[in-house]
């Protein structure tokens, strides 16, 4: 016997636990354990190695009609594609074999109707499905009866099981369901093509209707702890986590030290875009041409099919603190969108086209375009929280239920949480009105015939980007509490301790999303082509460019944070994607 703390504990005769105190559950788990292939460590962990063979299987289709409903004047064309990719991972447990897939399925159907030599329509409408996931080969066996555990948010998952000194594949288990991203999107469009005199004219307008339906780990079966600390030596005068050993022992009685449970319901992204616009290419003269037009677009705020948001506000009261500073939920303050909607994108063009001989033309254009964000710059505002749920036991002294006995059921009814949910966390800020994205390019450029075969072409190409896509961190704290406090305030271990100084110290940061942004892209450009005989054709092609911005993102997720929040032209600097030198060359036969 040892006792430590009023704590007494009788070792097992032998120091082995009897069979008769196994936990059923553990039994039955037991089962689904892989046999060990290497000798691994003297307490049995590490025993086991393998490697997981990965093919790829990539599929295309492609599939089109086409039929003259009105010979020479009404075509009507339907086109389908499909691709899809699956990458099987196969476990040497079955029950954790996974499916890594991806699939996109594009729909079509346009019609082209010719009302008069001078007067064409052409209606388009699509619909475009993107797919990919990660989810379990075998999803049809019930473990919580083969396992006798009652309770588990999702029977057709094995729950995890973690012993402290093991690696937790030593016990292969998942808890959760894996990852599905669908992105259905829609789109109507119609142009009309006006020929009159000189004068090309065109109008049109689109609908798009953007969707992403996520689900990130949104299954649970639940994980249980074991940490060793029931079973564990108390010639240190208190319970403690123990070795490896002890911590699979605990697995064998039952004794779980914590468990929990969290289920993510699936969020559904909504947003949408209309568009119209104007052109006229307009022929001057026998050797000038220019082009005229300008494009408006309404541009909607991303929204959850459920108000399933969330986002800082700086402007709201904190119940906890009674100071500013708290989380706005979708649906509240008459707000449905993490963004407002935007009326008023209006983006010209222009551009002109002139050969002065047969020999030469002399090319120049600008204009503006607006930049649509997708739902990946919106992720964290989609989902206000998962049901969690969870128990744990840090005295070592008593497990928080027996294994066999089941962890508590755990709720499914989603609920929305108090504005001072996120308090002492990291969260973040969408703020409500923030301006449109769009970039501005502009080109000049000569063609010049050298000879019959050879033909060059000079152009100097750049482009300006406004209101790009950038975070900063919206506690971050300022260079006056810096200045005034900073020196003085010192925190454990001799560090700094600013958090009570920062403008929310309620929160540990805050990622404001903000579209403050910008960037420019400067390039000369020569091209030669140069023709053969027999259909021999030659072409090559060098690029002189700088590219600078205040940082690059890739979309997903958030790039590098500047070094100063509140001066994020102080990151002004060459891009990641500055390639300063390119050459290339192509020859066909």
């Known amino acids: 016997q040892q006792t430590a703390n009023g704590v007494t504990r009788t070792a097992f005769a032998g120091n082995s636990i009897p069979s008769g105190r196994f936990d059923p559950v553990a039994v039955a788990a037991q089962k689904y354990f892989v046999e060990p292939n290497i000798p691994g460590a003297a307490y049995g962990a590490n025993n086991y190695y393998f490697t997981i063979p990965s093919p790829s299987v990539t599929r295309w289709y492609n599939l089109k009609f086409d039929y003259n409903v009105i010979p020479d004047r009404d075509h009507l064309s339907v086109s389908l594609s499909k691709t899809t990719n699956v990458n099987p991972q ?258 010209p063009r222009v551009g002109f086209s002139w050969s002065p001989d047969g020999n030469t033309t002399i090319r120049g254009a600008f204009g503006m375009f607006d930049m649509g964000r997708s739902e990946n710059e919106y992720g964290q505002g989609m989902g206000y929280q998962g049901i969690n749920q969870s128990l744990t036991d840090n005295t070592n002294l008593t497990p928080v239920f027996p294994l066999h006995q089941s962890n508590p059921p755990v709720s499914m009814v989603l609920t929305v949480p108090s504005s001072s949910y996120f308090n002492n966390q990291w969260t973040n800020y969408y703020p409500y009105s923030t301006p449109i994205t769009y970039s501005e390019q502009w080109q000049l450029g000569i063609q010049r015939k050298l000879s019959n075969t050879v033909l060059l072409d000079v152009a100097y190409v750049a482009n300006h980007q406004v209101h790009t896509a950038s975070w900063t961190d919206y506690n971050q704290v300022t260079a006056v509490n810096a200045a005034q406090y ?34 420019n892209y400067n390039s000369l450009q020569v091209q030669v082509k140069k023709s053969f005989s027999h259909g021999l054709n030659f072409m ?50």
């Open 90 to 347: 196969p476990y040497p447990w079955a029950w954790v074999s996974e499916n890594v897939f991806s699939k996109a399925e594009l729909v079509q159907i346009s019609n082209v109707l010719t009302l008069s030599p001078s007067l064409l329509n052409e209606t388009r409408f699509s619909l475009y499905n993107n797919q990919a996931g990660n989810f379990p080969s075998n999803t049809s066996t019930n473990y919580q009866t083969a396992l006798g555990l009652a309770n588990l948010p999702d029977p057709h998952y094995f729950p995890g099981m973690y012993m402290n000194g093991f690696y937790s594949a030593s016990l292969p288990t998942f808890a959760w369901d894996f990852y599905t991203v669908r992105s259905p999107d829609a789109q109507w469009a119609d142009v009309v093509t006006l020929i009159r005199g000189k004068h090309a004219l065109k109008f049109g307008g689109e609908f798009n209707m953007l969707m992403a339906d996520n689900a990130w780990g949104n299954e649970s079966a639940g994980q249980f702890n074991f940490s060793g600390g029931y079973t564990s030596d108390l010639s240190s005068g208190t319970p403690n986590a123990g070795g490896p050993v002890n911590g699979y022992a605990d697995f064998l009685l039952g004794d779980v030290q914590s468990w929990g449970a969290t289920v993510t319901p699936e969020t559904h992204a909504r947003s949408w875009n209309a568009q119209a616009f104007a052109l006229d290419d307009f022929k001057v003269t026998r050797k000038l041409t220019l082009n005229i037009g300008l494009r408006w677009a309404a541009l909607a705020g991303w929204s959850e099919k459920n108000n399933n948001l969330r986002s800082f506000n700086p402007t709201l009261p904190n119940p906890a603190t009674n100071t500013l500073g708290a989380m706005w939920y979708g649906g509240q303050d008459g707000r449905s969108a993490l963004e407002d909607t935007k009326y008023d994108a209006f983006s």
């Open 540 to 589: 090559s092609s060098y690029t002189y460019a700088k590219a600078l911005d205040t940082g690059t993102m890739s979309g997903w997720g958030n790039g590098p944070a500047p070094q100063d929040s509140y001066n994020i032209r102080g990151d002004y600097g060459r891009s990641v994607s500055d390639i300063r030198s390119l050459w290339n060359g192509v020859a066909a036969y």
């Open 486 to 519: 900073g020196p003085t305030v010192f925190g454990p271990g001799g560090t700094r301790n600013m958090q009570p100084y920062t403008p929310y110290p309620q929160y540990q940061g805050i990622t404001d999303e903000k579209f403050e942004g910008f960037g």
